[in-house]
């Protein structure tokens, strides 16, 4: 079936290390977007890219780093600048609203917990 | 700058009536869509419903629907006969497509507890 993969679940970070979360779909989407999400609060555009090798970003991409070299893939490095990191994060993928299809829903993976050691 | 704003942090219905969760929005642009995603306690967001800026007629989807209210900026989701299941975080997303990018932004969510 088709669908966004996100890997691992569950993540631990050590101080001034850096980590990558992944995220990988097979609906043929265009368009990929990484959201962060506290307790409680609603989700955070991070980094958001519309087609491969370009990216922009979001309200809170201090500390976060992304690369989009396929269509298929598009992993987030958290790094030791970002200091809150404990968060629940959300990769997300949908057809590219320029293709006049406005109305398509975001799809969504599953989710990485991201806590401090 | 664009906005979500949904005002109540959390709701409580009784199972079988019906629910209004709250969605206002804030954006200068004359196209855009306007969605609803749910997310149980497992973390998921399931999409529910979708509403476009040019759409005459409120989206339903089943059980669920949207009044729509483009004069005022407002996309509130109705439950009609709220199950148990229904019990979740509730969030109103905006789309906003230029031609330079595509972006989404979220609300604040709203706490739905259906009680038995």
């Known amino acids: 079936d088709g669908g966004i993969t996100q890997s691992p679940k569950y993540l631990f970070r050590k101080e001034g290390q850096n980590v990558t979360l992944s995220c990988e779909q097979n609906?043929?989407?265009?368009?990929m977007y990484w959201y962060r999400q506290d307790p409680g609060q609603g989700l955070r555009l991070i980094y958001y890219s519309q087609i491969v090798n370009d990216f922009q970003k979001g309200d809170i991409a201090e500390g976060y780093s992304v690369s989009r070299e396929k269509k298929e893939s598009f992993p987030l490095t958290v790094t030791s600048a970002q200091k809150n990191p404990t968060a629940f994060y959300l990769c997300?993928?949908?057809?590219?609203?320029?293709?006049?299809?406005?109305?398509?829903?975001?799809?969504f993976g599953d989710g990485t917990r991201l806590s401090i050691l | 700058a664009q906005k979500i704003t949904q005002t109540q942090p959390g709701m409580f219905v009784q199972e079988k009536e019906a629910v209004t969760l709250d969605c206002t929005y804030d954006?200068?642009?004359?196209?855009?869509?306007l969605f609803w995603y749910k997310q149980p306690s497992s973390g998921e967001m399931i999409f529910l419903i979708y509403?476009?800026?040019?759409?005459?007629q409120n989206a339903t989807e089943g059980r669920y629907s949207l009044n729509f209210q483009k004069a005022r900026k407002s996309a509130n989701l109705v439950i009609s006969a709220s199950q148990l299941g229904d019990s979740a975080m509730y969030f109103c997303?905006?789309?906003?497509?230029?031609?330079?990018?595509?972006?989404?932004?979220f609300g604040p969510g709203t706490s739905l507890s259906v009680i038995p």
């Open positions: 997303a905006m789309r906003d497509v230029k031609t330079s990018y595509d972006k989404v932004i």
């Open positions: 509403q476009g800026s040019y759409d005459e």
């Open positions: 997300a993928s949908s057809t590219s609203p320029s293709r006049g299809r406005l109305g398509q829903p975001q799809h």
């Open positions: 609906l043929n989407h265009d368009a």
């Open positions: 954006t200068s642009d004359q196209s855009y869509g």
